[in-house]
Nanobody, 129 residues
Framework: VQLQASGGGSVQTGGSLRLSCAAS????????MAWFRQAPGKAREGVSC????????YYADSVKGRFTISRDNAKNTVYLQMNSLKPEDTAVYYC???????????????????????WGKGTQVTVSS
């Protein structure tokens, strides 16, 4: 099982980026996929999750209305479209999956997303003011 995140970069406030997470070794539409981020000196936080059951999506309040998670089953890839970026979005972003046990984004109420057992390497997002 491998997850390869990409798409990070440096943008100005108000800009957009699209992160990609290419999965291998499993079929991602059968499992939950989530994005997390960690800023320097801060704890890791859940950003968004897409459930395996019906494709339901969940977002942290801080990104709701600005970020969109989606998946392309044919490409076995999950995306995070990030619009209206703010300096406080600066962080290393990680994708993760609950393979081999679907948790259906449980813990979404606290942006926790339980059961994420496999993680990709992070991709840096820097938003300047």
């Amino acid at each position: 099982v491998q997850l390869q995140a990409s798409g990070g970069g440096s943008v100005q406030t108000g800009g957009s980026l699209r992160l990609s997470c290419a999965a291998s070794g499993f079929t991602l539409d059968a499992y939950g996929m989530a994005w997390f981020r960690q800023a320097p000196g801060k704890a890791r936080e859940g950003v968004s999750c897409i459930s395996s059951s019906d494709g339901s999506t969940y977002y942290a309040d801080s990104v709701k209305g600005r970020f969109t998670i989606s998946r392309d089953n044919a490409k076995n890839t999950v995306y995070l479209q990030m619009n209206s970026l703010k300096p406080e979005d600066t962080a290393v972003y990680y994708c993760a999956t609950d393979y081999p046990t679907p948790y259906y984004c449980s813990g979404y109420a606290t942006d926790t997303y339980y059961g994420m057992d496999h993680w990709g390497k992070g991709t840096q997002v820097t938003v300047s003011s």
